[in-house]
């Protein structure tokens, strides 16, 4: 099963801006190339709580395994 993090990074990258809009344009700006510059991070953060997760499903299980495994950018 494919998993898309893309709107959670994205719904992220929306909340950072709308916290800048009360600093006016330049923070909002300033927002903007933070939540970029910031992506690949969470997408990272995002993957290890996935794998995290997994592993913890995993010690519950009586017999198999929950694999995270990426494709291209997004886990599977």
């Given at each position: 099963?494919?998993?898309?993090?893309?709107?959670?990074?994205?719904?992220?990258?929306?909340?950072?801006?709308?916290?800048?809009?009360?600093?006016?344009?330049?923070?909002?700006?300033?927002?903007?190339?933070?939540?970029l510059?910031?992506?690949?991070?969470?997408?990272?953060?995002?993957?290890?709580?996935?794998?995290?997760?997994a592993?913890?499903?995993?010690?519950?299980?009586?017999a198999?395994?929950?694999?995270?495994?990426?494709?291209?950018?997004?886990?599977?």
């Amino acid at each position: 099963m494919r998993m898309d993090i893309t709107p959670y990074v994205e719904s992220l990258r929306h909340d950072l801006a709308a916290a800048a809009e009360a600093g006016g344009a330049e923070a909002k700006a300033a927002a903007e190339r933070l939540a970029l510059a910031l992506d690949p991070a969470v997408r990272l953060a995002l993957m290890d709580a996935l794998s995290q997760a997994a592993a913890e499903i995993t010690s519950e299980l009586p017999a198999g395994s929950v694999d995270v495994r990426l494709r291209g950018r997004e886990p599977e």
